[in-house]
């Protein structure tokens, strides 16, 4: 199942027909979903209050991390896209 098809089961996205042009599906946060979104933000953020202080080659580490999990993620999901086309 599609990514973004457990997110519809869950409630958390909703798909709407584009108005102007049928092939298209326009893909938004339903209001459940904006709250989970900022649920696990501001549990993130706690979490990072609670760690030790990191120094600064320590956060160059862990933000160059982060970027490179998430440009794998966005690669992975555009490839999924793809093969379910």
């Known amino acids: 199942?599609?990514?973004a098809n457990r997110l519809v089961a869950q409630g958390w996205l909703a798909r709407a027909e584009d108005r102007r042009d049928r092939r298209?599906?326009?893909v938004r946060l339903t209001?459940?979903?904006k709250?989970?979104?900022l649920k696990c933000s501001a549990a993130r953020t706690g979490w990072l209050e609670k760690l030790?202080?990191?120094t600064a080659?320590?956060?160059a580490v862990i933000v160059a991390g982060v970027?490179?999990?998430t440009e794998a993620a966005t690669t992975l999901m555009?490839?999924?896209q793809e093969r379910s086309k």
């Open 67 to 69: 970027q490179a999990l």
């Open 24 to 26: 298209f599906t326009r």
């Open 31 to 33: 209001p459940t979903g």
């Open 35 to 37: 709250a989970m979104t």
């Open 78 to 80: 555009r490839q999924e």
């Open 52 to 54: 030790p202080a990191l």
């Open 57 to 59: 080659e320590q956060q």
């Open 1 to 3: 199942m599609c990514r």
